[in-house]
């Protein structure tokens, strides 16, 4: 059985204030927490922000919010995301196929936005070679938009045929951010030895998107590396550089590279 929303005013101020404060809350604890001694020590990029790098990301991430709210309730107040009677079981559903899906939408978007013809519509985000917790909502309009109809979209979509759940998707937005967040924050809290296990094949660490920051050609996954591994745009010494930012060893100019290590035989 569907629910049907009310109308777009009604909805857009309470996600408006929802999406605000997720924001806020999440770069606000990351930013602090940057200036501990321990997070400094570990920093991937051993280097300082752009000239008006956050003023600038800021300003975009106003508009963001905004935009994020904005899509949310047009979609909502249209009816065209019908959600269905939340069950634990329909929620975890509704996390892992939003989860799987954004994976897909975004490697393909992504790489195809790193093109010559259409890199302009992504270069408003790569103004930070150093990334920063705000940087997570340093878009332009149009990116931004690519990136809500893949997921307000398919979501919509989906909810036709198989039940979507309203906690199972604000679970998800919040786990986007959080990771997001994570994403770009520069500095490496796993151990040194991630970089090589077993988990990072599944699941990036900062360094993997910081690299994507830094060298632009590879590293287009999301939060997990399996797409770049399938084609190929896995950095050879990201391991490395892993473990380097992880022991307080990171790197210090934006085109180093690693020499890369041969990994163990298999005895």
Not at 204 to 231: E, K, M, N, Q, W
């Amino acid at each position: 059985m569907f629910v049907s929303g009310p109308d777009f005013l009604s909805i857009f101020p309470v996600a408006f204030l929802a999406v605000l404060t997720r924001s806020g809350l999440v770069v606000g604890a990351a930013t602090l927490l940057l200036r501990t001694r321990l997070w400094q020590a570990r920093r991937i990029y051993q280097r300082g922000f752009g000239d008006k790098q956050l003023r600038t990301e800021a300003r975009a991430a106003a508009v963001v919010v905004i935009a994020d709210a904005a899509a949310f309730a047009f979609v909502r107040s249209g009816g065209w995301l019908p959600f269905s009677k939340p069950t634990p079981g329909r929620t975890l559903f509704t996390v892992a196929l939003l989860f799987a899906w954004y994976e897909l939408w975004f490697y393909a978007t992504h790489r195809v936005m790193h093109t010559r013809r259409l890199y302009r519509i992504h270069a408003h985000h790569h103004l930070a070679k150093v990334t920063h917790p705000i940087s997570s909502l340093n878009f332009g309009l149009v990116e931004r938009g690519i990136l809500l109809v893949g997921f307000l979209g398919f979501a919509a979509l989906a909810a036709r045929v198989v039940p979507i759940t309203l906690p199972g998707l604000v679970t998800y937005m919040m786990l986007n951010y959080v990771l997001n967040v994570w994403g770009h924050l520069n500095v490496e809290l796993l151990p040194a030895g991630y970089g090589r296990s077993w988990m990072a094949r599944l699941f990036i660490s900062t360094t993997f998107h910081a690299l994507h920051h830094a060298r632009y050609t590879g590293h287009y996954g999301l939060f997990t590396p399996v797409l770049d591994r399938l084609f190929g745009t896995v950095f050879e010494d990201y391991p490395e550089v892993h473990a380097r930012a992880a022991t307080g060893n990171g790197l210090t100019t934006m085109g180093e590279r690693v020499r890369t290590a041969a990994p163990p035989p298999i005895s």
